[in-house]
């Protein structure tokens, strides 16, 4: 599974001032689920990296032809829809999450060096090539902005 940490400033003080003693903070923790799934529904729709908003890398040539002859011209990392159809949340009193359990996410995710993951039994490289990273999970701009505001919500500041 992929894991992602965020960390933002200034916001840690506020979520303190929430987590009283005792206090069950699943109302924050659920809102902060939606918000990190938002953004790789966003990056899956838009094709771009949900912290910095910047285009996913194009498909090399030999991926568009192996993708063309196959009958698939539609969107980067979604030929079947499993990795974007994977993911999941989950929250909880002291958790909020987003990830997929997918063997091929963290690939798409960071990228990879051709033969990273060894060689076939023929003894051509896994991946034949580089494949660069497509990043699918994050939180940008204007997550933060969205987490601020449900934050000041809840806390009242």
């Given at each position: 599974?992929?894991e992602?940490e965020i960390?933002f400033?200034?916001?840690?003080h506020?979520l303190?001032?929430?987590?009283?003693?005792?206090?069950?903070m699943t109302?924050?923790t659920r809102?902060l689920?939606g918000?990190?799934a938002?953004a790789p529904?966003?990056?899956?729709?838009?094709?771009r990296?949900p912290?910095t908003?910047n285009?996913w890398?194009?498909?090399?040539?030999?991926?568009?032809g192996r993708?063309a002859?196959?009958?698939?011209?539609?969107p980067?990392?979604?030929?079947?829809?499993q990795l974007?159809?994977?993911?999941?949340?989950?929250?909880?009193?002291?958790?909020?999450?987003?990830?997929?359990?997918?063997?091929y996410?963290p690939?798409?995710?960071?990228?990879?060096?051709?033969?990273?993951?060894?060689?076939?039994?023929r003894g051509?490289?896994?991946?034949?090539?580089?494949?660069?990273?497509r990043?699918?999970?994050?939180?940008g701009?204007?997550?933060e902005?969205?987490?601020?505001?449900?934050?000041r919500?809840?806390v009242?500041?």
């Open positions: 599974m992929i992602t960390n400033d200034g916001l840690e506020g303190t001032r929430l987590a009283e003693p005792g206090r069950d109302p924050v809102q689920a918000v990190l938002d529904e966003r990056a899956f729709a838009g094709q990296d912290v908003g285009a890398h194009p498909l090399s040539p030999v991926t568009i993708r002859r196959a009958g698939h011209d539609g980067i990392l979604q030929v079947r829809g974007a159809g994977s993911l999941h949340t989950d929250y909880g009193p002291d958790h909020a999450t987003v990830g997929t359990n997918v063997p996410a690939t798409h995710q960071f990228g990879a060096k051709k033969g990273a993951f060894g060689t076939t039994r051509g490289p896994i991946p034949w090539g580089d494949i660069p990273a990043r699918f999970l994050g939180v701009p204007e997550d902005e969205e987490i601020r505001g449900a934050r919500a809840l009242g500041a």
